[in-house]
């Protein structure tokens, strides 16, 4: 398995445009997390879905962040408009059905630089 | 929001030297994990720890989940430059969400 894939790895983009990070998680995988990493804050939960079903948003910082899985294979983080204090490092994570021992499957991040 | 702190924040140190890196919380998890994350790169989990007392060895590295599930910690023994990283603990809540602690970069100069 090629693992969890992100895209884009880097993206500049002006203040006030909008920005769509994409996740491909591991297949097979039931459970997708979005986090946000900064120095300031450290590794930040946003949403996770079960079976593509958001079950918790209360980590997304504004009504500016959004986020969709219309399936089981592809997820989209949305910002608009975005701002300088959202320029962070993005993570999605993949992870199998409930399970103690099971654990989170990271891709390689989005770093996303809003001037 | 539960909050894992982990501390020291930074550590340098010389090869060859030990280390212990501590993650607590007022919070009792389901299991916790510890993750490694180098540069540019996503974490890559190390070790899950389920059992309250817990004591879990992978070569060098040892890991403890404390009694009540609230703390772990991991101890380094003859630190090498390769284990230099950022390491994370991780509490999995009965909710199925993964919370990270705030990390501690550790640096092991040559």
């Known amino acids: 398995d090629a693992g969890v894939i992100q895209s884009p790895r880097h993206e500049v983009t002006e203040m006030g445009q909008e920005v769509t990070l994409r996740c491909k998680p591991i297949?097979?995988?039931?459970?997708l997390f979005w986090y946000r990493q900064t120095m300031m804050r450290g590794l930040e939960l946003l949403i996770y879905?079960?079976?593509?079903?958001?079950?918790?948003d209360s980590g997304m910082p504004e009504d500016r962040f959004s986020a969709k899985m219309p399936n089981a294979s592809f997820s989209t983080l949305k910002i608009q408009p975005s701002e300088p204090r959202d320029s962070a490092v993005y993570f999605c994570?993949?992870?199998?059905?409930?399970?103690?021992?099971?654990?989170?499957?990271f891709g390689q991040g989005t770093r996303l630089t809003v001037v | 929001t539960q909050l894992l702190e982990q501390s020291p924040q930074f550590l340098s140190i010389q090869e060859g030297e030990n280390l212990t890196v501590y993650c607590n919380s007022s919070?009792?998890?389901?299991?916790l994990q510890w993750y490694r994350q180098e540069p540019g790169e996503g974490p890559v989990l190390l070790v899950t720890?389920?059992?309250?007392?817990e004591v879990k060895k992978l070569k060098r590295l040892t890991f403890q989940f404390g009694d009540a599930r609230k703390d772990s910690s991991l101890h380094i023994t003859a630190a090498q430059p390769g284990d230099t990283g950022l390491y994370l603990c991780?509490?999995?809540?009965?909710?199925?969400?993964?919370?990270f602690g705030t990390g501690t970069s550790l640096t092991v100069i040559p």
């Open positions: 720890v389920v059992t309250g007392g």
């Open positions: 297949s097979g995988h039931d459970y």
């Open positions: 991780a509490g999995r809540s009965s909710g199925n969400q993964f919370y």
């Open positions: 879905f079960n079976n593509n079903v958001p079950i918790d």
């Open positions: 994570a993949s992870s199998p059905r409930q399970g103690w021992g099971t654990e989170a499957f």
């Open positions: 919070s009792v998890f389901s299991s």
